[in-house]
């Protein structure tokens, strides 16, 4: 089994950047396709980007186009979400998920999943 934990989350004003890791232990992450979902209070879990573990396919939610980049770094072990330009509506908690099959959006996709990091961006 694959563990992850995320990092990074915090306070940032609107406007501004933030960069997520999601480390991995245990398994290979390159072995897993990755993704990252948001959960505001009160709302559904939702898809924010993913990424292939064989590299090269990325996929995204509107929402988030142009701003949030997704990246692995494999000497680390690592996903990156950078996310730019910030709004207050992406405060949510930021979620990594692995998973072996590649059906992006949906959260049932994925068997592993992180504690989660807070992302609050004020206004």
């Known amino acids: 089994q694959v563990q992850l934990e995320e990092s990074g989350g915090g306070l940032v004003q609107a406007g501004g950047s933030l960069r997520l890791s999601c480390a991995a232990s245990?398994?290979?992450?390159?072995?897993?396709?990755v993704g990252w979902f948001r959960q505001a209070p009160g709302k559904e879990r939702e898809f924010v980007r993913a990424i292939r573990g064989s590299g090269g396919d990325t996929y995204y939610a509107d929402s988030v186009k142009g701003r949030f980049t997704i990246s692995m770094d494999n000497a680390k072990n690592t996903v990156y979400l950078q996310m730019n330009s910030l709004k207050p509506e992406d405060t949510a908690v930021y979620y990594c998920?692995?998973?072996?099959?590649?059906?992006?959006?949906?959260?049932?996709?994925?068997?592993?999943w992180g504690q989660g990091t807070q992302v609050t961006v004020s206004s």
């Open positions: 245990g398994r290979t992450l390159s072995d897993y396709n």
């Open positions: 998920a692995a998973s072996i099959y590649w059906n992006p959006r949906f959260p049932r996709t994925y068997d592993y």
